[in-house]
T-cell receptor
Framework: RKEVEQDPGPFNVPEGATVAFNCTYS??????FFWYRQDCRKEPKLLMS???SGNEDGRFTAQLNRASQYISLLIRDSKLSDSATYLC???????????FGAGTTVTVRA | DVKVTQSSRYLVKRTGEKVFLECVQD?????MFWYRQDPGLGLRLIYF???????EKGDIPEGYSVSREKKERFSLILESASTNQTSMYLC?????????????FGPGTRLTVL
């Protein structure tokens, strides 16, 4: 079983729509959670960290559900520039190692 | 501005060749990482280094070695390239002492082994 699993999508949504997707993790001892964004043929970049109480950054909202072992990302009022692959990232151990999901692809159409 | 650079964007090598991939960061970061990224598998950690001359195996170190002689430079070596090492290789660095710190990635090297 993979440590971090994501629905690969693609999620095709019109501009202005809301899109949400989840990521599940297998290790209940996981401590830190992140969403990274990867544009086509580019490197991943940190989008946001995910905190226990949930957090927002502009149009992006991240939630953590420890009981069910998943995190979610919601994008409101989608823009064309939101088209990317979103990587779920989890720290399994309390060291430098991160575990990456394979990514969820979002395509926003005009 | 944070910058991680990799020596090549695209590389084509033959089976059995020794391959060097270089990564340089200009942020005085302590920790550096090498990943490979394959469709459907996500990023998988090959090796990481938390200090000069220090290295730790990641999840898939077989067939690879690394070198960190200077703080800013972390090299990945494929001793004898094989076709199953065809992949996108990403280098990353982070300043902090824990994995909660942001990892900054280089642009990647797409390696094809024929």
């Amino acid at each position: 079983r993979k440590e971090v699993e994501q629905d690969p999508g693609p999620f095709n949504v019109p501009e202005g729509a809301t899109v949400a997707f989840n990521c599940t993790y297998s290790n209940s001892a996981s401590q830190s959670f992140f969403w990274y964004r990867q544009d086509c043929r580019k490197e991943p970049k940190l989008l946001m960290s995910v905190y226990s109480s949930g957090n927002e950054d502009g149009r992006f909202t991240a939630q953590l559900n420890r009981a069910s072992q998943y995190i979610s990302l919601l994008i409101r009022d989608s823009k064309l520039s939101d088209s990317a692959t979103y990587l779920c990232v989890v720290n399994i151990q309390s060291d430098y190692k991160l575990s990456f999901g394979a990514g969820t692809t979002v395509t926003v159409r005009a | 501005d944070v910058k991680v650079t990799q020596s090549s964007r695209y590389l084509v090598k033959r089976t059995g060749e020794k391959v060097f991939l270089e990564c340089v960061q200009d942020m005085d970061h302590e920790n550096m990482f090498w990943y490979r990224q394959d469709p459907g598998l996500g990023l998988r950690l090959i090796y990481f280094s938390y200090d000069v001359k220090m290295k730790e195996k990641g999840d898939i170190p077989e067939g690879y070695s690394v070198s960190r002689e200077k703080k800013e430079r972390f090299s990945l070596i494929l001793e004898s390239a094989s076709t199953n090492q065809t992949s996108m290789y990403l280098c990353a660095s982070t300043s902090g002492a824990t994995s909660t710190d942001t990892q900054y990635f280089g642009p990647g090297t797409r390696l094809t082994v024929l």
